[in-house]
């Protein structure tokens, strides 16, 4: 912003000498420069949200999967208490490691519960998903199940990784850098151009007009850029935590021994 506002002020300064008279269709140019960031910017805003709701809409997903699995584990396989805690400690732990995963790496036992397992899995999430998936196994082979209720525990417990991949999906696909390239040169050269064409008619009103202009253009990029990518930790992100706490306090619950 002080940097386009002192431009606007050298060109505001330098305007009533003849040397700087402009073509008239400075401003035309102006005009469709405009007309074509607005569709760039659109188009540039609307694909970020998008990223960032279908984020929010997997979390919730997710959450509805796990609850739908501790309702069901409860009343379908009709586990112990021993075994109420331990697949609870796993549905804890999940949405714990993925949103780990999902902002770097993690390791097991930085998960909870697994403080103590020695097991170095390259793919946390995966592999506490495969311990549910193998807990309704057992139960299976044990004709603690039929194969009915396996299958309908099943339905809930392939949600795991299928959340997981999609926002991995979503994390290691950004929008193509020479979009993001050509938007930027279209916002710069914009500025650039914008002072000689309206400064006739505004005269030093110029400065805070393109202030203003600039804040909310870049403002809007910068804005873009930061929900793209909405699993980290900064404010526009989505609260991963709080969707954790929500699975936590539901899993245990739903699977309290008592």
């Not at 008279?21 to 400075?26: E, F, G, I, M, Q």
């Not at 209720?149 to 299928?162: C, E, G, Y």
């Amino acid at each position: 912003m002080a940097g386009s506002t002192a431009y606007a002020a050298c060109v505001w300064a330098v305007h009533p000498s003849e040397v700087t008279v402009l073509p008239a269709w400075t401003t035309q140019l102006a005009v469709v420069n405009t007309a074509i960031l607005s569709l760039l910017i659109s188009f540039r805003t609307k694909i970020a949200y998008d990223r960032w709701w279908e984020g929010r809409v997997l979390w919730g997903q997710l959450v509805n999967n796990m609850r739908n699995l501790c309702l069901k584990t409860r009343e379908l396989a009709r586990p112990d208490a021993a075994e109420r805690r331990a697949f609870a400690a796993l549905i804890i732990a999940f949405p714990v490691a993925l949103t780990r995963h999902l902002r770097g790496s993690v390791r097991l036992n930085e998960v909870p519960h697994f403080e103590k397992d020695p097991a170095t899995p390259a793919h946390v999430p995966a592999h506490i998903a495969g311990k549910v998936i193998a807990t309704i196994a057992a139960w299976r082979a044990a004709d603690r199940i039929d194969g009915h209720v396996h299958q309908i525990l099943d339905a809930h417990t392939s949600t795991f990784m299928d959340v997981c991949g999609a926002c991995e999906r979503i994390l290691n696909t950004p929008l193509p850098s020479s979009y993001l390239s050509l938007l930027r040169h279209g916002l710069v050269f914009g500025f650039l151009i914008a002072p000689w064409a309206v400064v006739e008619a505004i005269g030093l009103w110029i400065l805070p007009v393109q202030a203003i202009v600039v804040y909310f253009m870049f403002g809007i990029e910068l804005t873009a850029e930061a929900v793209e990518q909405p699993f980290g930790a900064d404010g526009d992100d989505l609260p991963l935590e709080a969707y954790c706490e929500t699975i936590r306090r539901s899993a245990e619950d739903i699977l309290k021994s008592s």
